[in-house]
Nanobody
């Protein structure tokens, strides 16, 4: 099983970015996907969720209105777009997979597979 996140880097505040997470080694359509982020000294926090079909979406209040999550079940890839980047968006961003559920996945413990993370640093 592998979740390969990419697209991070050093960004200026105000710009947009799109992170990608390519999945392999499991049946992608059988899993809901989430994005989390973690800053040094802080707990990993929920950012965005998309269910297996893409019909259910949810975003954290801290990023609501600025993020777009999507998935391509042919390419086995989930994406996270963030607009109007802020310095407080600086973190390592992780994608994660959980088996199809009936609730929105906002908790770290509900996910079974995790990517290695991609660093996003936003300068003011």
């Amino acid at each position: 099983v592998q979740l390969q996140a990419s697209g991070g880097g050093l960004m200026q505040a105000g710009v947009s970015l799109r992170l990608s997470c390519a999945a392999s080694g499991f049946t992608f359509v059988g899993y809901d996907m989430g994005w989390f982020r973690q800053s040094p000294g802080k707990e990993r926090e929920f950012v965005s969720f998309i269910n297996w079909s893409g019909s259910v979406l949810d975003n954290a209040d801290s990023v609501k209105g600025r993020v777009t999550i999507s998935r391509d079940n042919v390419k086995n890839t989930v994406y996270l777009g963030i607009d109007s980047l802020k310095p407080e968006d600086t973190a390592t961003y992780y994608c994660a997979a959980r088996r199809r559920g009936t609730t929105i996945g906002r908790t770290v413990g509900s996910y079974v597979y995790w990517g290695q993370g991609t660093q996003v640093t936003v300068s003011s």
